[in-house]
């Protein structure tokens, strides 16, 4: 007797996300199947992003096999995002980092110019986070989104504290959300609930907090992997969403990738590989060979 | 369904001073209020009574017994306090609580065989918090079997299987379920024992105003499978009309979304889907959020 391999389908649907305008844009999410599960019925018509990082100031914690790559654009965001394009990214992630009242306090305004001087540089997509200050971003977020205005970027992080007043922004310039909790299930759909009052669900990207390896990764892993099958396997409305895993910068905070490149590397890659595997969409990196890396192990050759 | 009246809690400030200072009226009024909303016990929670346990808790049980004739749940972790309290009861106390603990086993169980009483016990034993169906099973039938033989019958035995939040993150809705399933076969497995839940710790860390529809909803879920009793609030005005049977609309609901019927919740009033969409939340068939009334 043949055998036949039994093949699981599902009801739930990840939205697909587009992020960015024309030829400059991406999509992501739109899986009816849980990540990998080629085998089971349904497709992912949009395999995993890469995008790396740019901040808007000189790195000043970053290990000099991190900084080699960009060596001579590390002090210009416009340029070292162009850069990040002709290595192969499928998007820019800019981080304003700078106007964190705890690093540069630098203004809205300013960040909202460069914002807007790298979208317009680059020929890929563009992602943009605050620095992580709710009360900060609130601020920082909506100039950037007007600055922006139209482009349909995706911007974050939208957080439980500043939902409301960044949402709006980001509403009313068309732009996508990077819905953010810190590492909490039912945080993250209460955040998505809400935030759904008046923003669409259909422009929602799920952030539930990245951590690295061995440094608490299993938690992120569990949370991803529960938020995928709960949207695919049960359908639930606000976990339906593709997911972001904002990762590099955990990666290379840690001792372990500053202590060399190949370490580093494999810190970062094993992370990401481990993240796809849990259901991410998108992943931010910081150096261009783990995306090379990772694409390698994951691509079918 | 038999209800001890959480009131009298050690945790409440307001408790704490009456009892450090013996204000008899604080702990009366509360007590009165209890028997006069319909609980059936009175639990007294005094917690671990470090300072004068003896005396502190003979003065509680008095000052109550003075107020109310109902019956007494002597609720701390204190053996020299448990046993004044047990001695001091006019009627047959509820021992509350024991466990399959060593130390429990040792000090608490043979109280219980001494003052004749009824005793709950719980399913922690010295490994912890058993995590599933199964594990809890097989550690309440090992307890039960240990009080057996110190000559404690099944039918003066109220399991506890012990309520978590249903807000703990990933995990607490998968505790609601095994809770309800536990109380489902538990008098398959031990036939003749009693149960009861400390049932508003389902709504631990939940916001205030939204506690009472968990603990009004999860009492309908478990009751329909079974539940003998539970410590809860019995102030609780729309709690204590569906313990006494005068919703019976609002318990229909509950028990058809319990079996997965589709409802459709467009004919329903706004407290008709609150309880719908509460009890999806318990049987785990929608993920929790503290939104869940919004979504």
Same mark, same amino acid.
Request: hydrophobic share 40%; proline share 6%; charged share 25%.
């Given at each position: 007797m043949e055998y036949k391999a039994p093949a699981e389908s599902y009801t739930g649907v990840v939205r697909e996300i587009t992020i960015g305008k024309g030829k400059k844009s991406l999509k992501i999410g739109g899986e @009816? +199947?849980? *990540?990998?599960?080629?085998?089971?019925?349904?497709? @992912? *018509?949009n395999p995993v992003k890469f995008a790396l990082e740019v901040l808007d100031m000189e790195p000043q914690d970053w290990p000099e096999h991190l900084i080699q790559p960009f060596r001579d654009v590390i002090d210009d965001p416009v340029k070292w995002a162009k850069k990040c394009e002709e290595l192969g990214a499928d998007a820019v992630f800019l981080r304003l980092?700078? /106007?964190d009242p705890a690093v540069k306090d630098s203004s809205a305004d300013e960040a909202a110019a460069l914002a807007k001087k790298v979208a317009e540089a680059i020929n890929i997509p563009l992602i943009i986070y605050g620095s992580g200050d709710d009360k900060k971003d609130a601020e920082v977020l909506p100039k950037v989104a007007e600055a922006c205005d139209d482009m349909n970027l995706l911007i974050g992080p939208v957080q439980k504290e500043n939902y409301e007043i960044v949402g709006r922004a980001l509403l009313d310039h068309g732009h996508n959300a990077s819905a953010l909790s810190p590492l909490d299930i039912n945080l993250l759909k209460e955040l998505n609930v809400k935030l759904c009052k008046f923003f669409p669900a259909e422009k929602i990207v799920i952030d539930p907090e990245s951590a690295a390896l061995g440094y608490g990764m299993e938690y992120s892993f569990s949370l991803m992997e529960r938020v995928k099958q709960i949207g695919? +396997? /049960?359908?639930d409305n606000m976990t339906m969403m593709p997911i972001i895993a904002d990762l590099g910068g955990e990666c290379w905070k840690t001792k372990q990738a500053k202590e060399n490149k190949e370490q580093g590397l494999l810190w970062e890659g094993i992370t990401a590989l481990s993240l796809l595997l849990a259901g991410a969409d998108i992943l931010i990196l910081r150096h261009p060979d783990t995306v090379s890396l990772v694409k390698e192990t994951t691509e079918v050759k | 369904m038999v209800i001890i009246g959480?009131? =009298?809690?050690? =945790?409440?400030q307001a408790v704490s001073t009456a009892i450090r200072e013996k204000d008899a009226k604080v702990i009366q009024d509360l007590a009165k209020a209890q028997a006069e909303a319909g609980a059936d016990y009175i639990d007294l929670n005094v917690g671990?009574?470090?300072?004068d346990p003896e005396e502190n808790m003979q003065w509680l049980v008095s000052t109550v017994q003075e107020v109310t004739d109902l019956l007494l749940s002597i609720d701390t972790m204190n053996p020299v306090a448990m046993e004044a309290g047990l001695k001091a009861c006019q009627k047959r106390p509820l021992l509350n609580s024991a466990s399959g603990k060593t130390d429990s086993k040792e000090q608490m169980l043979p109280l219980a065989q001494k003052y004749n009483c009824d005793v709950v016990i719980s399913v922690m034993t010295d490994k912890g918090m058993p995590p599933d169906v199964d594990s809890k099973i097989e550690s309440i039938m090992d307890t039960v079997a240990y009080a057996n033989e110190l000559g404690i019958p099944n039918e003066d035995i109220w399991v506890d299987p012990i309520i978590l939040p249903?807000?703990?993150?990933?995990?607490g809705q998968r505790f609601a379920v095994a809770c309800l399933e536990f109380i489902k076969i538990l008098e398959d497995v031990l036939p003749g024992i009693k149960s009861t839940v400390g049932l508003s710790n389902v709504s631990n860390g939940v916001p205030n105003e939204l506690r009472p529809l968990l603990n009004r909803t999860y009492m309908i879920m478990l009751d329909r499978n079974g539940l003998y009793s539970a410590i809860a609030d019995p102030l609780d005005k729309e709690f204590m009309d569906l313990v006494k049977g005068k919703m019976p609309e609002i318990v229909e609901l509950v028990y058809k979304t319990m079996d997965g019927e589709d409802i459709d919740l467009s004919p329903l009033s706004q407290k008709e889907v609150e309880y719908v969409k509460t009890a999806k939340v318990l049987t785990g068939e929608n993920l929790y959020s503290d939104a869940w009334l919004e979504s």
């Amino acid at each position: 007797m043949e055998y036949k391999a039994p093949a699981e389908s599902y009801t739930g649907v990840v939205r697909e996300i587009t992020i960015g305008k024309g030829k400059k844009s991406l999509k992501i999410g739109g899986e @009816n +199947i849980l *990540p990998f599960h080629f085998f089971d019925q349904g497709s @992912n *018509p949009n395999p995993v992003k890469f995008a790396l990082e740019v901040l808007d100031m000189e790195p000043q914690d970053w290990p000099e096999h991190l900084i080699q790559p960009f060596r001579d654009v590390i002090d210009d965001p416009v340029k070292w995002a162009k850069k990040c394009e002709e290595l192969g990214a499928d998007a820019v992630f800019l981080r304003l980092v700078s /106007t964190d009242p705890a690093v540069k306090d630098s203004s809205a305004d300013e960040a909202a110019a460069l914002a807007k001087k790298v979208a317009e540089a680059i020929n890929i997509p563009l992602i943009i986070y605050g620095s992580g200050d709710d009360k900060k971003d609130a601020e920082v977020l909506p100039k950037v989104a007007e600055a922006c205005d139209d482009m349909n970027l995706l911007i974050g992080p939208v957080q439980k504290e500043n939902y409301e007043i960044v949402g709006r922004a980001l509403l009313d310039h068309g732009h996508n959300a990077s819905a953010l909790s810190p590492l909490d299930i039912n945080l993250l759909k209460e955040l998505n609930v809400k935030l759904c009052k008046f923003f669409p669900a259909e422009k929602i990207v799920i952030d539930p907090e990245s951590a690295a390896l061995g440094y608490g990764m299993e938690y992120s892993f569990s949370l991803m992997e529960r938020v995928k099958q709960i949207g695919i +396997i /049960t359908k639930d409305n606000m976990t339906m969403m593709p997911i972001i895993a904002d990762l590099g910068g955990e990666c290379w905070k840690t001792k372990q990738a500053k202590e060399n490149k190949e370490q580093g590397l494999l810190w970062e890659g094993i992370t990401a590989l481990s993240l796809l595997l849990a259901g991410a969409d998108i992943l931010i990196l910081r150096h261009p060979d783990t995306v090379s890396l990772v694409k390698e192990t994951t691509e079918v050759k | 369904m038999v209800i001890i009246g959480e009131n =009298i809690h050690v =945790i409440a400030q307001a408790v704490s001073t009456a009892i450090r200072e013996k204000d008899a009226k604080v702990i009366q009024d509360l007590a009165k209020a209890q028997a006069e909303a319909g609980a059936d016990y009175i639990d007294l929670n005094v917690g671990p009574m470090k300072k004068d346990p003896e005396e502190n808790m003979q003065w509680l049980v008095s000052t109550v017994q003075e107020v109310t004739d109902l019956l007494l749940s002597i609720d701390t972790m204190n053996p020299v306090a448990m046993e004044a309290g047990l001695k001091a009861c006019q009627k047959r106390p509820l021992l509350n609580s024991a466990s399959g603990k060593t130390d429990s086993k040792e000090q608490m169980l043979p109280l219980a065989q001494k003052y004749n009483c009824d005793v709950v016990i719980s399913v922690m034993t010295d490994k912890g918090m058993p995590p599933d169906v199964d594990s809890k099973i097989e550690s309440i039938m090992d307890t039960v079997a240990y009080a057996n033989e110190l000559g404690i019958p099944n039918e003066d035995i109220w399991v506890d299987p012990i309520i978590l939040p249903v807000s703990t993150a990933g995990e607490g809705q998968r505790f609601a379920v095994a809770c309800l399933e536990f109380i489902k076969i538990l008098e398959d497995v031990l036939p003749g024992i009693k149960s009861t839940v400390g049932l508003s710790n389902v709504s631990n860390g939940v916001p205030n105003e939204l506690r009472p529809l968990l603990n009004r909803t999860y009492m309908i879920m478990l009751d329909r499978n079974g539940l003998y009793s539970a410590i809860a609030d019995p102030l609780d005005k729309e709690f204590m009309d569906l313990v006494k049977g005068k919703m019976p609309e609002i318990v229909e609901l509950v028990y058809k979304t319990m079996d997965g019927e589709d409802i459709d919740l467009s004919p329903l009033s706004q407290k008709e889907v609150e309880y719908v969409k509460t009890a999806k939340v318990l049987t785990g068939e929608n993920l929790y959020s503290d939104a869940w009334l919004e979504s």
